[in-house]
């Protein structure tokens, strides 16, 4: 297996070769595509090894690994995560549907939280996904392809792209409708490596997930960074024994998630969070040697809310078995006066915010998951103060968007989108 | 065999005699309009102005506490097409805040605002920052204001009953949060608009919302109120009938009646208002939509009626406010509004309610024929 630079979390684009490749021909084909590593799950024949290798960088049997079998204390580089789902959404339950009512929100199949995941715990590593084409889907669906592709790339990863059957065998032999398919993959991925700066803006977030992220804490941490991210609840995440005071700046709340009793190297960085004004959530069997709670929590359905010094320590009562009630809890107790972002007439599009290296700018990548048709009047408020705003859609020219100031703080409608749209918005730091 | 439109039974001529008996009691009172173009600085004035219509908001409210329902039908972040939910389907903010204002000006001790917000048992004020609305005006906006979703028990932590005189057309009695028991004034808030299953939905329908998910949603309570339930929506109980409410409260009258969302409906409208009295109700018609009651019903549109209107009977005032929307709120089963449904006006003035019947009716301020905004020509 190679081994690549550390440094940056940009990535190339990665190809499965097809195993109906037998030859090096199709070389060809690739030469003018973005794909420059070429993925080799059995080993690269020699005669294609010789002939991609002064152009192309190949990855020979890669280990891919599933997601909760990471060692986050050293993932490697690249880390190679080979069972993320197929972006999607999943089926709609009729069973409390009316003639006439509000609706719930759909079930979405997503990589998002997981890709921002291995950014936030391996942040110098480059984060690569894979997973086999869904079994019913068209075989030439390229906007399904092209979204998965897209979907890496908006959270700073990238997926190795597998070829269905079909169209491996049609590039092969140049075939008019694989030829078409394989421009609009391309096409996606071109639009990216134009935005390699946007793949590495870190979360823009208030809230910080503490956890060792394996054995027993793995699921209900996974569960809630999932969760939350579909409730636009951003967030960043750090393991427990390197949490610093720093993780915490900026932040309103923080959620130590594991069942290990606080420790003081994980312990003083929280305490000190309380103490300025910060809310800390965590089981009240994990509380260990936290100091200063009042004595008269508030109350609450599944937790003692103590104040603790200018901030809050909200200790769970009853765990963590039902991961969405504890993302709505801990998104209401921060409140909901931090979101970041709001998103109006969201359905089936999952937002998540970033913010350039100087903070001045805050992109928020929207994912059309339905990508049935476009995502219409949708709308984007922060209340942080914009100056600016840019919609960017790709293959499509970089645009002012219209803002309006609403009772909920600066607001940009967004066109029409049906797989992914970026908003870029410039914003005042100061009077925020 | 006589042609069906003569073969009245006994029971329906007994009925219709009972009507007729209760339509003649039913109260009236008066009814105020306003002209309002927006929710800018005229919007303070207009409100004070038509309270003063109608006695005025200190001989309603000195020294009483206040409950306002307030109407955030659906989901805070679905909106109609690019169109805020306050200028659509929700009271707007500025009429809550105005009208708590003024509560709070004319002496009201306390205001409590209550909705039962869209499936959730979310914290009222956590509902509102959802939709982009930022609740602390409305707590400094009188004395002492506090915030309630009644999906749940709430702060009471129980539940209070609201028997439904004379039985009612479906539900003998309500269990509701107590927000709307401990209080002397109840506020109706309501938007302007048409509404799927019951024709329109003003100050009247409004109150639907006030029913506890936790008693009256799909997930509710078996035996007595699940405080863990409150989300979905009321469909498979209110809507449908298809299982009843938690066994604790009053049972519906469901023997051999129709599993109907629009024979049902307006009925529990009805009982609602005969069951829980309504001593204000504002319609918010100033913007709102056109074609339904959410953006969730096809072919909706926005509209500017620029409206206000009010009165101290729910009926009274949803009459006037139906015929300041082009419709006849004498109107039954199968003419405009209620093509569909039954008129929960006719119900409502059938349990003694009030007057749905214009002539009745003293209207203050700007005349119904200079209010008329036709919805279904908008």
Redesign the interface.
């Known amino acids: 297996m190679m081994v690549f630079p550390m440094g940056s979390a940009a990535s190339p684009a990665l190809l499965e070769w097809p195993q109906a490749w037998q030859n090096p021909a199709p070389l060809s084909l690739l030469e003018d595509s973005p794909f420059r590593v070429l993925v080799f799950p059995d080993g690269a024949p020699p005669e294609i090894a010789a002939a991609a290798a002064p152009r192309f960088t190949l990855l020979e049997r890669p280990a891919w690994r599933k997601q909760a079998e990471i060692d986050w204390r050293a993932p490697g580089d690249p880390v190679l995560i080979g069972d993320a789902v197929w972006p999607s959404l999943g089926a709609a339950s009729a069973a409390?549907?009316?003639?006439?009512?509000?609706?719930?929100l759909p079930w979405l199949d997503s990589n998002g939280w997981l890709l921002r995941l291995a950014r936030s715990l391996a942040p110098s590593s480059r984060i690569w996904i894979r997973s086999d084409p869904p079994q019913d889907a068209a075989p030439v669906d390229a906007g399904l392809s092209a979204f998965a592709q897209m979907e890496a790339r908006a959270h700073g990863a990238a997926r190795a792209l597998s070829l269905p059957p079909a169209i491996a065998a049609g590039l092969a032999a140049a075939n008019n409708s694989a030829l078409a398919w394989w421009r609009r993959v391309c096409s996606a991925e071109s639009w990216w490596q134009r935005h390699t700066a946007w793949q590495a803006w870190p979360t823009c977030a208030r809230l910080l997930v503490v956890s060792d992220f394996a054995g027993p804490n793995l699921y209900p941490a996974t569960e809630f960074l999932n969760l939350s991210a579909r409730r636009t609840l951003p967030w960043q995440a750090v393991l427990a024994p390197r949490l610093e005071d720093a993780h915490l700046r900026g932040m309103a709340a923080a959620l130590y998630i594991d069942q290990q009793p606080l420790t003081p190297p994980v312990l003083e960085p929280l305490q000190r969070f309380a103490a300025r004004g910060g809310l800390l959530v965590c089981l009240a069997s994990a509380r260990g040697g936290l100091r200063d709670l009042d004595a008269r929590p508030a109350a609450h359905?599944r937790f003692e809310v103590h104040r603790c010094g200018k901030g809050r320590v909200a200790l769970s009562r009853s765990g963590w078995e039902d991961p969405y009630l504890l993302a709505?809890d801990v998104h209401?107790l921060m409140?909901?006066?931090h979101?970041v972002i709001?998103?109006?007439?969201?359905g089936s599009i999952l937002a998540w915010p970033a913010e350039s290296p100087h903070r001045r700018r805050l992109l928020v990548h929207l994912l059309n998951y339905s990508r049935y048709g476009a995502a219409?009047?949708v709308?984007v408020?922060t209340w942080q103060p914009v100056k600016s705003a840019w919609i960017e859609l790709p293959g499509a020219e970089r645009r002012p968007a219209a803002l309006r100031r609403?009772?909920?703080?600066w607001?940009a409608?967004l066109e029409p989108f049906d797989a992914y749209c970026a908003l870029e918005l410039e914003v005042q730091r100061d009077a925020a | 065999m006589q042609p069906e439109r003569f073969a009245l039974t006994r029971r329906a001529f007994l009925a219709a005699g009972a009507a007729a008996t209760l339509r003649a009691e039913a109260p009236s009172s008066r009814v105020a309009i306003a002209r309002c173009h927006s929710y800018g600085s005229e919007l303070y004035g207009t409100l004070r102005t038509l309270l003063d219509q109608l006695g005025g908001a200190a001989r309603l409210v000195r020294g009483k506490t206040v409950t306002l329902k307030i109407n955030l039908?659906?989901?805070p972040?679905?909106?109609m097409?690019?169109t805020?939910a306050?200028k659509a389907q929700y009271t707007h903010?500025a009429v809550i805040g105005s009208l708590i204002r003024i509560l709070g000006d004319a002496g009201a001790r306390r205001v409590q605002i209550a909705e039962g917000c869209?499936?959730s048992d979310?914290?009222l004020d956590?509902f509102l920052?959802?939709?982009?609305?930022?609740p602390a005006p409305w707590l400094s906006a009188a004395p002492r204001v506090l915030l309630e979703n009644t999906n749940i028990a709430g702060r009471a932590r129980r539940y209070a009953r609201f028997p439904t005189p004379g039985g009612g057309h479906l539900f003998p009695g309500f269990d509701l949060n107590r927000v709307y028991a401990d209080c002397d004034v109840l506020v109706s808030v309501a938007k302007l608009k048409e509404h799927?299953?019951c024709g329109v939905t003003l100050g009247m329908k409004n109150m639907f919302g006030a029913t506890p998910l936790t008693i009256y949603g799909?997930y509710a309570g078996k035996d007595e109120p699940d405080?863990?339930a409150a989300r979905?929506?009321r469909?498979?109980v209110m809507?449908?009938g298809r299982r009843p409410p938690s066994k604790s409260a009053p049972q519906p009258k469901e023997e051999g009646t129709p599993r109907d969302?629009k024979w049902r409906m307006p009925r529990i409208v009805a009982d609602l208002s005969a069951a829980l009295p309504v001593h204000l109700a504002v319609i918010d018609g100033i913007d709102t939509m056109a074609g339904?009651?959410?953006?969730?019903?096809r072919g909706v549109r926005p509209v500017h009626p620029g409206l206000l209107v009010a009165g101290l009977n729910p009926v009274c005032t949803d009459a006037v406010a139906t015929a300041c929307m082009g419709f006849d709120p004498l109107a039954g089963r199968g003419a405009p509004p209620f093509e569909r449904c039954d008129s929960f006006l006719e119900l409502a003035e059938q349990l003694g309610v009030g007057t749905r019947h214009l002539d009745r009716i003293d209207v203050a301020g700007l005349p119904i024929a200079g209010a008329v905004f036709r919805f279904r020509g908008a």
């Open positions: 409390d549907s009316a003639e006439a009512g509000p609706t719930g359905p709505q209401l409140s909901r006066r979101d709001r998103l109006f007439n969201p219409h009047d709308a408020q609403e009772a909920g703080g607001e409608v | 039908t659906g989901s972040t679905m909106r097409g690019a805020p306050e903010p869209f499936a979310e914290p956590e920052l959802a939709a982009g609305w930022d799927a299953t799909d405080e863990s979905s929506g469909v498979m809507h449908h969302d339904g009651e959410g953006p969730w019903i």
